[in-house]
Nanobody, 124 residues
Framework: QVQLVESGGGLVQAGGSLRLSCAAS????????IAWFRQAPGKEREFVAR????????YYSNSVKGRFTISRDRAKNTVYLQMNSLKPEDTAVYSC?????????????????WGQGTQVTVSS
């Protein structure tokens, strides 16, 4: 059974940093992509960043490019999201997700596996 478990969320002041972790288990993720999405209250789920499990290909939304970095440690089966220069508008529940439909990057509908999410709150 595939499990994605996020951790690392919390409360931080604007301009601060947080690192989120997504621990993956239950299958081999070769040829999979792992992504981070976020959802703020009253808003639709938004794509944040994606990384291929094999290889170094990454992709970011324009809203986080240059501030966030996605990475993965295959030995630990974990994907990270380093978030720097945080802004109040980054406040959301952040979830990681996995898909083997690697041709589609940002659409949440193609991601079949999801974690439970972790809250990130950025105060002004």
């Amino acid at each position: 059974q595939v499990q994605l478990v996020e951790s690392g969320g919390g409360l931080v002041q604007a301009g601060g940093s947080l690192r989120l972790s997504c621990a993956a288990s239950g299958r081999t993720f070769t040829n999979y992509a792992i992504a981070w999405f976020r959802q703020a209250p009253g808003k639709e789920r938004e794509f944040v960043a994606r990384i291929m499990w094999s290889g170094d290909s990454t992709y970011y939304s324009n809203s986080v490019k240059g501030r966030f970095t996605i990475s993965r440690d295959r030995a630990k089966n974990t994907v990270y999201l380093q978030m720097n220069s945080l802004k109040p508008e980054d406040t959301a529940v952040y979830s990681c997700a996995a898909t083997n439909n690697i041709r589609v990057v940002t659409a949440s509908s193609v991601y079949g596996y999801w974690g439970q999410g972790t809250q990130v709150t950025v105060s002004s």
